[in-house]
């Protein structure tokens, strides 16, 4: 049979999403949190509207509820325009010389995927940072990773609420769930904003703060912690 002179081969699946879908078809929610292997981690980007991109990734590996130091990831990312003076450039001092002579995401997503592995991934309101790493990787690949995803901002709302029960501050609007004004709050140590790897840093300590918190109070498994963490969903 004559195949339409259009219609072109469908493309093998690059390895790196290959291996990371296979590991995420079926994952047991049941154990408690410290028996998952977490990388967290954070972008920088040119901007947030729709045409705006990645240029900077970072992350670390958090394992036993403990952060490993030597087992962390970064670089720069060459967007595909590189400006002269940008906003982003002054926000996350990213001159573009470094942008002109940084990989691309093409280059940098496989090994990003390899450096996650199996382990769950979380963020600071996560579905950004993930949505323009899998906007880019269905453009470049025709894929997208499958981690499930922690977010440290849903868990911090979840915390507030658990403390706020019963107490009038429970309706406080002004309350900041900024990840500098949380790790303020909460005592955590203080890292430069606005870069990739420090900012995963700052997000894995305060992971591990409020999911010893949450354990206290009895949220101890995967599946209890997606649970509590249900009636924030609207926020997203």
Request: net charge neutral; hydrophobic share 40%.
């Given at each position: 049979m004559q195949l339409w002179p259009f219609a072109r081969k469908k493309e093998k699946e690059h390895p790196a999403f290959a291996q990371n879908h296979s590991w995420f078809t079926n994952i047991d929610q049941n154990q408690p949190i410290e028996c998952y292997n977490f990388v967290v981690f954070d972008t920088e980007l040119t901007g947030l509207s729709g045409r705006d991109e990645i240029v900077s990734i970072g992350a670390v590996h958090v394992r036993d509820l403990k952060i490993i130091a030597g087992e962390t990831f970064h670089s720069f990312v060459r967007p595909h325009k590189i400006?002269?003076?940008?906003?982003?450039?002054?926000?996350?001092?990213?001159?573009?010389?470094?942008?002109?002579?940084?990989?691309?995401?093409?280059?940098i997503l496989p090994k990003f995927i390899e450096f996650c592995g199996p382990s769950?991934?979380?963020?600071?309101?996560?579905?950004?940072?993930?949505?323009?790493?899998?906007?880019?990787?269905?453009?470049?690949?025709?894929s997208t990773i499958k981690n499930p995803c922690l977010d440290t901002m849903r868990?911090?709302?979840?915390?507030?609420?658990?403390?706020?029960?019963?107490?009038?501050d429970?309706?406080?609007?002004?309350?900041?769930?900024?990840?500098?004004d949380l790790s303020?709050?909460?005592g955590l140590p203080a890292f430069s904003q606005h870069d990739a790897l420090q900012d995963s840093l700052q997000t894995a300590y305060l992971f591990i703060y409020l999911i010893k918190k949450l354990k206290v109070q009895g949220i101890v498994t995967l599946k209890e912690l997606y649970t509590a963490g249900q009636k924030w969903k609207r926020i997203f």
């Open positions: 400006t002269n003076a940008t906003d982003s450039t002054l926000l996350h001092r990213i001159t573009p010389e470094q942008l002109a002579h940084a990989p691309t995401l093409k280059e769950l991934l979380v963020g600071h309101y996560v579905s950004l940072d993930l949505g323009y790493i899998n906007k880019a990787a269905k453009k470049i690949f025709r868990l911090a709302q979840v915390y507030t609420d658990i403390c706020w029960e019963n107490h009038h429970q309706f406080n609007l002004q309350v900041s769930f900024n990840l500098a303020r709050d909460y």
